[in-house]
């Protein structure tokens, strides 16, 4: 993979990202959940024998709505961090993690982390959808979001619908933050 731009490369990840859920549902017989996963797209280095491109996939540990440590948000700082001593500088990086959505009033802004997923296991409502969130950036600070709702055949194979492609121009949001301090902890402090 040599994306030329962050809208080719969250492009492929998304493919990826729904092949990978594709094929471990398959593998289970039936729905099953992806663990998060880290993708970092490495910076050719000029320096190096071999030139080239190089992505580097993180399997990161499944998050848990009941211990904060275990957030998605959390697992991805450690990754970013950790990812940053082992490869250096990347060109992109990218975040792939399955979460639950549901379309909010500005009224309905009171919820707790975990609430949405348990409504959805437990069938409390039919207004909620499973997604992939893929989640891309760059270190001059630009990044892209794609929504990918997930729905189940018969079979329990995943099928999908894109929902949004989109750059993000908020400033804030859990991953946003998590982005927006690697940046800072990479010494980029002029973006955001």
Not at 14 to 19: G, N, T
Not at 57 to 70: F, G, H, N, Q, V
Not at 91 to 105: D, H, I, K, L, P
Not at 130 to 149: A, D, P
């Amino acid at each position: 993979m040599k994306p030329n731009d962050l809208s080719e490369f969250t492009k492929a990840i998304a493919i990826m990202a729904q092949a990978a859920k594709y094929a471990l549902c398959q593998a289970h017989g039936g729905p099953a959940d992806t663990p998060p996963v880290m993708l970092w797209h490495k910076l050719e280095n000029a320096h190096r024998e071999v030139s080239g491109d190089e992505l580097e996939i993180c399997a990161l540990p499944m998050p848990s709505a009941d211990d904060e440590t275990l957030s998605a948000p959390n697992l991805f700082y450690s990754a970013l961090t950790e990812g940053f001593v082992k490869f250096g500088k990347p060109a992109f990086v990218g975040f792939v993690s399955e979460a639950y959505m549901r379309t909010m009033s500005d009224k309905e802004t009171k919820f707790q982390r975990g609430d949405l997923q348990r409504a959805f296991q437990d069938g409390i409502t039919d207004d909620i959808n499973e997604i992939l969130s893929i989640v891309c950036f760059t270190t001059s600070g630009e990044i892209q979001h794609q929504v990918i709702i997930v729905k189940y055949d018969d079979d329990g194979l995943p099928m999908y619908e894109e929902l949004s492609h989109e750059k993000i121009n908020t400033k804030s949001g859990a991953i946003v933050d998590v982005i927006n301090d690697f940046l800072k902890f990479m010494n980029l402090d002029n973006v955001g």
